[in-house]
């Protein structure tokens, strides 16, 4: 059965970078036709597409974030990574990674990992 | 962007009844290549992550009780819920995949009257 895993820090400092990893497990990230994505919810509110990856390393990125975010994915730890830059308080939120049911990056996200929060605070 | 539009925000519905909750669009997520409407249906329970329901507007995800249907096409999109539960308590969203700049809905917050 497929999981996905969520690591990365907790709190951040404004203007600092957030680093997060998403850990697939119970099977390959380089299986098709699945391109890998990163979800945003700020506390008390909606969800937010920031961007997806397939095996392949091709992104795409939500136009509003993409000057400050990068995708990567690494197939030999079977794991895929977000960065984003230049943080202030209105990137809190919990950050989900997800697999996206398409060869293609738009699709319907199947599977969710359980999602880490973090803090942007001095 | 594909703005996507649900309504309403928040919804009371008496166990055993019927929930409606409507989603729109601010065009067409319908892929004439595929003739497939390129719109999802979650629910999220709080503290959980979101769940996939319904995937080309109409399609149930494996597990997912058949009380839950999708229905809609073009821009008009509904999630109904046959007969409330309590564990049908949650918060649930529409997303569209006709771009590849996804959208998701707003939310509409089902509560039990």
């Known amino acids: 059965q497929l999981q996905l895993q969520e690591s990365g820090p907790g709190l951040v400092k404004p203007s600092e970078t957030l680093s997060l990893t998403c850990t697939v497990s119970g099977g390959s990230i380089s299986s098709s036709p699945y391109y890998w994505g990163w979800v945003r919810q700020p506390p008390g509110k909606g969800l937010e597409w920031i961007g997806s990856?397939?095996?392949?390393?091709?992104?795409y990125y939500n136009p509003s974030l993409k000057s400050r975010v990068t995708i990567s994915v690494d197939t030999s730890k079977n794991q895929f990574s977000l960065k984003v830059t230049s943080l202030t308080a209105a990137d809190t939120a919990m950050y989900y990674c997800?697999?996206?049911?398409?060869?293609?990056?738009?699709?319907?996200?199947?599977?969710w990992g359980q999602g880490t929060m973090v803090t942007v605070s001095s | 962007d594909i703005v996507m539009t649900q309504s309403p925000d928040s919804l009371a519905v008496s166990l055993g009844e019927r929930a409606t909750i409507n989603c729109k669009s601010s065009?067409?997520?319908?892929?004439?290549?595929?003739?497939?409407?390129?719109l999802a249906w979650y629910q999220q329970k709080s503290g959980q992550p979101p769940k996939l329901l319904i995937y080309w507007a109409s399609t149930r995800e494996s597990g997912v009780p058949d009380r839950f249907s999708g229905s809609g096409s073009g821009t008009d999109f509904t999630l109904t819920i046959s007969s409330l539960q309590t564990e049908d308590v949650a918060v649930y969203y529409c997303q569209q995949y006709y771009s590849s700049l996804i959208t998701f809905g707003q939310g509409t917050r089902l509560e039990i009257k």
């Open positions: 990856v397939y095996y392949s390393g091709s992104t």
């Open positions: 997800a697999r996206v049911r398409s060869s293609w990056p738009g699709g319907a996200f199947d599977i």
């Open positions: 065009q067409s997520v319908l892929y004439r290549s595929n003739n497939k409407n390129h």
